[in-house]
C-alpha cells in the first residue's frame, strides 16, 4: 500500500515545472474542498487519502520552486557571463597592437568587414580564439612559387569576418581604429 502511494508521488515529480504546478494547486483545492465537505458533515479531515494529497502538493510545490529558482539564477549567471565577456572582449581590442590591430583594421575598412586571412597565422588564430573575427566556409587556394620555383599549393586563404559584438565596439571607438 506504502509502495502504491510512493509511486504515485515518484511520478509526480517527474512532470516538468508548469505541470507540477498545476498538479499542486489541483491537490490544494482537492484538500480545501475535503476540508469544507469534511467540516459540514463534522467528519475527521486527516485520513490516508489527504495525508497523500498533502504530501504530493508539498513536494510538488517545493520542487517546482526550487526549479524555477535554479533557472533563474542560471539566466542571471549566463547574463553576467555574457557581460564579463563583452567586457574583456572591448579590452583585447582596444589593447590591440601591431599586426592584429592591421589585420583587424583591414577587415574594419573593407566593404562587407572580411577578407582572405592565411589559417596558420598565429595573429590569426589568436583574433579566432578571442571571437574578434570567426573563419566563414569559404576558402581559397594562393599558389606562390617557392625559390626552386615549383608551385606551393598549402597556402590556403579562409574568408574571415568581423564579428558583431567586435563590429560595435570598433564602431564605438572608431578614432583608434582610423
Known sequence: MLKDYLKIILEA????????????????????????????QNKIFFDVWTGLFFVIFVFALVTS???????????????QKSREKLKTKKTFILDLEGRQLNIVKSLYFNEHHRGYLT??????LTL?????????????????RDNTGEVDNRDVKHL?????????????HSQKFE
Open 65 to 79: 520552486l526550487a526549479d524555477l529558482y535554479t533557472e533563474r539564477k542560471n539566466e542571471r549567471d549566463k547574463e
Open 128 to 144: 579566432v580564439a578571442e571571437e574578434i573575427i570567426i573563419q566563414t566556409s569559404k576558402y581559397s587556394y594562393f599558389y606562390s
Open 13 to 40: 515529480l517527474n512532470l516538468n515545472v508548469p505541470k507540477r504546478i498545476s498538479l499542486s494547486i489541483g491537490c490544494l483545492l482537492i484538500l480545501l474542498t475535503k476540508l469544507v465537505v469534511d467540516r459540514i
Open 119 to 124: 589559417d596558420n597565422d598565429t595573429d590569426v
Open 160 to 172: 574571415y569576418i568581423l564579428t558583431p559584438p567586435a563590429l560595435e565596439i570598433i564602431k564605438q
